[in-house]
T-cell receptor
Framework: GENVEQHPSTLSVQEGDSAVIKCTYSDSASNYFPWYKQELGKGPQLIIDIRSNVGEKKDQRIAVTLNKTAKHFSLHITETQPEDSAVYFCAATPYNNNDMRFGAGTRLTVKP | DVKVTQSSRYLVKRTGEKVFLECVQDMDHENMFWYRQDPGLGLRLIYFSYDVKMKEKGDIPEGYSVSREKKERFSLILESASTNQTSMYLC???????????FGPGTRLTVL
């Protein structure tokens, strides 16, 4: 089955700096890669996703890049703000949500 | 506004008790999931259901069972709670096979 590794486990940046979180996956058949943000006391919420037919996707300050050859994908947050502080999870699945595997999570802290 | 609700935010139970965690979604989603979230391990799938009365085991079903009598409701049952089931439990729902999962706020269960 799919195995997803996520790095780093914790990340601290100054407000305004960029943050990058990286994930690798094992199943070359994986074709859907969502990123979830979990704020304190809440469930995870989808912030961006990418499918295997594209290499990059942007949504305002958030971007995700996918390298299918190397089997890794990354989340980029530019101009970080304190409200970006949360735990971020990457995930990958080859077929459907039932087969989705999540990374261990990255706790991002943005210092004002 | 889409919503997944869970019956309790915090729950404290004794070893050996039978525990029921309830999840309700109002989006008419056919797929529902129960995850367990532990530090450093990410989200691990316990059980999922793709239709009323249908259920499938996830990665860590041991010690758990589920019930889905109505489309909007998915229950997780701990037949005899043990201390190693102390964790955060997250319910999610989705429509289709590769779409955004909507998560509830989670239930933090402590088994003493």
């Amino acid at each position: 089955g799919e195995n997803v590794e996520q790095h780093p486990s914790t990340l601290s940046v100054q407000e305004g700096d960029s943050a990058v979180i990286k994930c690798t996956y094992s199943d070359s058949a994986s074709n859907y890669f969502p990123w979830y943000k979990q704020e304190l006391g809440k469930g995870p919420q989808l912030i961006i996703d990418i499918r295997s037919n594209v290499g990059e996707k942007k949504d305002q300050r958030i971007a995700v890049t996918l390298n299918k050859t190397a089997k890794h994908f990354s989340l980029h947050i530019t101009e970080t703000q304190p409200e970006d502080s949360a735990v971020y999870f990457c995930a990958a699945t080859p077929y459907n949500n039932n087969d989705m595997r999540f990374g261990a999570g990255t706790r991002l802290t943005v210092k004002p | 506004d889409v919503k997944v609700t869970q019956s309790s935010r915090y729950l404290v139970k004794r070893t050996g008790e039978k525990v029921f965690l309830e999840c309700v979604q109002d989006m008419d989603h056919e797929n529902m999931f129960w995850y367990r979230q532990d530090p450093g391990l990410g989200l691990r799938l316990i059980y999922f259901s793709y239709d009323v009365k249908m259920k499938e085991k996830g990665d860590i079903p041991e010690g758990y069972s589920v019930s889905r009598e109505k489309k909007e409701r998915f229950s997780l049952i701990l037949e005899s709670a043990s201390t190693n089931q102390t964790s955060m439990y997250l319910c999610a729902s989705t429509r289709g096979s590769l779409n955004e999962q909507f998560f509830g706020p989670g239930t933090r269960l402590t088994v003493l």
